[in-house]
């Protein structure tokens, strides 16, 4: 691994957690994680495209990750779980969970507590993701 793959590894994964952070804020938007990174909104597009990723994608990705994590952790509620991620109702969640995961938020958290958890669920997303190196 060369030490510039190492620096957008590094890239990446920052810019991933601030992602994170806003969404679990509940207000995500490009301006703000450019703004909390020090960097032009531009200049994250362009870094985040040359990883094979929109920023709207990172955004979704690390919704699922933050509700697949609640989902299996905790015992809150579909809607409290949609409220903190920024969604205004838990339909709206709920049908964008369904895409992620390809099942609905209520059997994802039933089929995580099973024995073959992680085998037969997952983001949908993750498939068409880029392989890492």
């Known amino acids: 691994m ?4 190492k620096d957008s590894e590094k890239e990446h994964f920052r810019a991933k957690s601030v ?4 969404a679990l804020a509940g207000t995500v938007s490009l301006e703000m994680a450019a703004d909390h990174l020090g960097i032009s ?7 985040l495209n040359r990883r094979g990723i929109s920023f ?3 955004v979704e990705q690390s919704r699922f990750e933050i509700a697949a994590a609640l ?3 905790t015992d809150l509620k579909i809607h409290a779980i949609a409220t903190r991620l ?7 969640f709920s049908r964008a969970f369904a895409r992620w995961a390809g099942c609905s938020p209520s059997a994802f958290r039933a089929l ?4 073959h958890y992680g085998k037969q669920i997952g983001a ?3 498939e068409e993701t880029p392989a890492q190196t």
């Open 2 to 5: 060369t030490l510039r793959t």
């Open 19 to 22: 992602v994170a952070g806003l």
């Open 41 to 47: 909104s531009r200049t994250l597009q362009r870094r």
């Open 56 to 58: 709207w994608a990172l």
């Open 71 to 73: 989902l299996c952790d």
């Open 86 to 92: 920024g969604y205004s109702s838990p339909n709206g």
């Open 112 to 115: 995580s507590a099973g024995p």
């Open 124 to 126: 949908k997303w993750a």
